[in-house]
């Protein structure tokens, strides 16, 4: 991804050169705040994207967006790679350069398109990454930690974690339910030293709260 900017904190644990961005939650917890966010400063920097595998109907996207540009595809799993292709083709005519961003909303749909072969899902994911480097795209996942935390799924989780760039982590309280704070967010930045050539990542923590045109980020004992 871009640089963010937005001043909070979750801009700020974010940063710039992420290429691979995984976005877990679990049912406690939703993280659909955080592709809502991404979705909107994706397209705010001029660039485009591409929704597959949609959660949500795309009425839903077109309201978060608010008249943004951008694109849905929801075409059978075996014709998507080349859907994505054309779509990030067409997003590169005339003056719009901007980085493309494809979006998955979320991963188990596409096991439930693949007829539930695993091996199918991971494979489809390793092609959309090739796009980061051969046509300059961003990729953003979202995964379900519960579904995928068994012995049986857990692989597609622990894949999608070894390729991320950045992994945002919304899961509930430790503490409990609680009036003003919806959650915890973990952001793991693998891209903070790379300048360095280090081999390093830096993690922040810090709580959530969803409001109905975004969302509030602060410390534990910060908000008031």
């Known amino acids: 991804m871009e640089e963010y900017g937005g001043g909070d904190l979750l801009s700020e644990a974010m940063g710039s050169g992420a290429r691979v961005v995984v976005v877990e939650d679990r049912v406690e917890a939703r993280g659909a705040f955080a592709l809502h966010l991404l979705l909107k400063r994706a397209l705010a920097g001029g660039g485009a994207a591409a929704l597959l595998a949609l959660a949500q109907p795309f009425s839903h996207y077109d309201r978060v967006l608010r008249g943004a540009k951008g694109g849905a595809i929801s075409d059978s799993f075996v014709r998507l790679y080349g859907d994505i292709q054309r779509a990030i083709d067409a997003s590169r005519t005339g003056d719009n350069t901007g980085r493309f961003t494809l979006m998955i909303d979320d991963v188990s749909l596409l096991e439930v398109a693949a007829g539930g072969s695993v091996d199918d899902v991971l494979d489809f994911l390793h092609y959309c990454v ?83 045109n975004g969302a509030d980020f602060f410390y534990p004992g910060s908000r008031y």
């Not at 796009?131 to 795209?137: A, D, I, K, P, Y």
């Not at 990542?201 to 409001?211: D, E, G, L």
Request: proline residues 1%; contains cysteine.
């Open 130 to 212: 090739t796009l980061t480097s051969e046509m300059n795209c961003s990729l953003v996942f979202l995964i379900h930690e519960d579904i995928y935390s068994s012995e049986e799924g857990v692989g597609v989780l622990l894949h999608l974690r070894y390729i991320a760039d950045l992994v945002i982590r919304a899961a509930p309280l430790s503490t409990g339910l609680a009036a003003d704070v919806h959650g915890q967010l973990s952001v793991v930045n693998k891209c903070t030293f790379r300048e360095q050539r280090l081999k390093a990542q830096r993690i922040w923590n810090f709580h959530f709260r969803v409001k109905e």
